[in-house]
């Protein structure tokens, strides 16, 4: 199961499920009534642009942007040096960053929002904070940023967090 929505865009509202064949005839038998809300113009059209490559040249387009966006993201968090650590930054578009400042995770959310960077706090996705991490963690997010705005992002994350 999947969707285009972060592939293509959310607009788009188009998701899929594959079937194991044995699968398959289950579903079209008990679930055949279900009427698809995508219009067939969408559908057509979306099948089109996969079927003459076009998807696929999108993907690796997008995939060399985000990684240059990475790139930059995990090169300047490289200087913040001793009392960091880097996790997760090889896949996805964002990353997990454990601080060792001194500074509580909420210490370091609101700091960063003062400087106008809006990071989250890794406790806000767990439900038995036992198993949380002591450091204090946070996830940064980098899809929708410049590798510029990155840059200055670091910087000032540097700056509240680091530099007293």
């Not at 699968?23 to 009427?35: P, T, V």
């Not at 979306?46 to 990684?67: A, T």
């Not at 913040?80 to 400042?101: K, M, P, R």
């Amino acid at each position: 199961m999947g969707a285009f929505s972060e592939s293509l865009s959310p607009a788009l509202r188009v998701s899929y499920m594959v079937l194991p064949e044995q699968l398959l005839y289950r579903y079209k038998k008990k679930l055949s009534f279900i009427i698809c809300p995508v219009p067939t113009i969408e559908q057509k059209v979306l099948h089109r642009f996969m079927q003459d490559g076009y998807f696929e040249r999108h993907l690796n387009k997008m995939r060399n942007v985000y990684k240059h966006k990475r790139e930059t993201l995990v090169h300047h968090l490289l200087k913040f040096g001793q009392g960091t650590e880097i996790i997760g930054a090889d896949a996805g578009l964002h990353l997990l960053l454990s601080v060792q400042n001194g500074m509580t995770e909420s210490q370091l959310i609101s700091a960063a929002l003062k400087a106008g960077v809006q990071v989250y706090g890794l406790s806000k996705y767990y439900m038995d904070n036992s198993w949380m991490n002591k450091t204090p963690t946070v996830l940064i997010g980098y899809a929708t940023m410049t590798e510029t705005e990155i840059m200055q992002a670091v910087g000032r994350l540097h700056q509240v967090w680091f530099v007293l």
